[in-house]
């Protein structure tokens, strides 16, 4: 008989808006001024979002300026031919996201197609390439939606903040760090713009995977990670003490 499901962790709404509101205020400080953060061009922000897959931020900066100054608008990516859009991508790798997005381009610039990239994370996943991360992403990047996202990073600060127990790998916990990453976002389409940022940006510098600097987080105070390591280091010290 299967293992029942652990119950879904129940966000206290004071608690997800305290979080939120320190870590707004952190990003304005010191969010990294990228170029993809600088625009709410749908296509710009595809664009970005699929050369960051599994691509380091630094390797991408140069590749999106020089691939946006080759193919300006999504019907440019559309009318070349396929080879012409991989090559524009080569050094990047993973060169299935290029013959996705060229596929994407003629799907939306088809006669019978939308003509542009939608806004609803729903009608953006119907689209080649497109998951439920990238999804998120254009829709709250580009139009301002109150769209939740969960990469990586993402997975991996609301694990530790929120759900210590969960483990990001399975998909059945990650489905409720989705639930998690729904159940923070701010009410309004600007403000989760920034906290979806600030939520990347925290776990690419602070909350990273080899290191977590505690010190430098602006959300420790509402982190169950956070807790439970200062009161672990606490019974350690008292254990000492009465030796």
Known sequence: MPRPAPPLPVVDPARARAFGTRLRAWFRRHGRDLPWRRTRDPYHILVSELMLQQTQVVRVVDYYARFLERFPTLRHVA??????????????????RARNLHALARR????????????????LRALPGVG??????????????RSALVDTNVAR?????????????????LTRLWRIAEAIV????????????????LGALVCTARVMRCDQCPVRASCATYAATVAAARTTVAKRVRR
């Open 108 to 123: 939306v610039t088809a006669a019978d197609g939308p003509g542009v990239i939608p806004p609803d994370p729903e009608a």
């Open 132 to 145: 439920a991360y990238t999804a998120g992403a254009v829709s709250s990047f580009a139009y301002e939606r």
């Open 186 to 201: 701010p009410r309004t389409g600007r403000a989760a713009w920034v906290q979806n940022q600030a939520l990347m940006e």
């Open 79 to 96: 009318e070349a031919e396929p080879e012409a859009v991989t090559d524009a991508w080569a050094g990047l790798g993973y060169y299935a």
């Open 157 to 173: 600060v609301l694990q530790r903040v929120f759900a210590p127990s969960l483990d990001p790998k399975r998909p059945r916990d």
